[in-house]
């Protein structure tokens, strides 16, 4: 039941229909807004989100041989994760929770597939923009602040280049569907808390399982490029193939999935 003024309730909104009503709602805005703001925000989110992959080659130079493997892998899945806190508890506009949240109007014949094919093209090009700058700023200031080496981003960054392409887009569809599930999450927490924890939760799962994120990888393989131990094609390749994974990921396992049984449950 909605309260007095007619609002819903914090039931309500929490419930499978009220999470669909508050993802149609947010996509819809999103869809609509002009592309100049939402490619600043964009640049925003690949900015912010290169924070995890900068603590992670700093985490790598303070273990140095000294943090036994489980520990320094927990530090890192933890350190990956602060990026996708700045983002999405920031507001920021981050390309793999809109394969999921910009796809639910289209679905509900609320918006068209031109609407979503720009909002994605803007979204996901100023993400690999700020990803890209700020690569390029944490390898000229890391090693000269002496927080971090070549040998640290080179251990951030090849384990994402070293799979053959079935491997690399089947881990690139898990880490889509997880984001899939953490736009889905957000929606339902009540409280900054708890939503908090729900991005961390996730995000530490992708970092842990070191699953194929295309703009957290875009910076971590970046790290690489820019000093000189990943070539330019491997670099390409990885996205090519983390993007379309994280694309279908987030499309047929969340958005067609949670619409499709929300949506047939009578609601």
């Not at 869809?31 to 100049?36: I, K, N, T, V, Y």
């Not at 803007?122 to 990803?131: E, K, L, P, S």
């Not at 957000?186 to 842990?208: D, H, K, M, N, P």
């Not at 399982?209 to 690489?224: F, R, S």
Request: charged residues 10%.
């Amino acid at each position: 039941m909605s309260d007095a003024s007619g609002a819903p309730t914090a039931d309500e909104q929490a419930s499978p229909t009220g999470i669909l009503s508050q993802q149609l709602q947010e996509g819809l805005n999103e869809l609509e807004r002009p592309s100049g703001g939402l490619a600043l925000s964009g640049v925003s989110a690949g900015l912010d989100i290169g924070f995890g992959p900068l603590l992670m080659a700093v985490l790598v130079s303070l273990a140095a041989g000294e943090w036994s493997e489980p520990v320094l892998e927990l530090a890192l899945a933890n350190a990956y994760a602060v990026g996708f806190l700045f983002v999405v508890i920031g507001r920021s506009e981050l390309f793999t929770e809109h394969t999921t949240l910009a796809v639910l109007p289209v679905l509900d014949g609320l918006a068209g597939v031109r609407s979503l094919a720009r909002l994605w093209g803007v979204v996901f090009g100023a993400n690999v923009v700020g990803g890209t700058v700020f690569a390029g700023l944490a390898v000229l200031v890391a090693p000269e602040y002496g927080i971090a080496d070549a040998s640290a981003f080179e251990a951030v960054a090849t384990p994402l280049v070293a799979h053959s392409a079935v491997p690399l887009f089947a881990g690139a569809v898990l880490a889509g569907w997880l984001m899939g599930l953490m736009s889905w999450l957000v929606a339902a927490a009540q409280e900054t808390i708890s939503r908090a924890f729900f991005v961390w939760l996730v995000a530490a799962t992708i970092g842990i399982a070191h699953l194929p994120h295309c703009i957290a990888g875009n910076v971590e393989v970046l790290l690489g490029v820019f000093s000189g131990v990943v070539s330019p094609a491997e670099y390409a390749r990885f996205l090519a193939f983390a993007t379309a994974g994280n694309l279908l990921g987030g499309v047929v396992f969340v958005s067609l999935l949670k619409y499709s049984h929300v949506v047939r449950g009578g609601d």
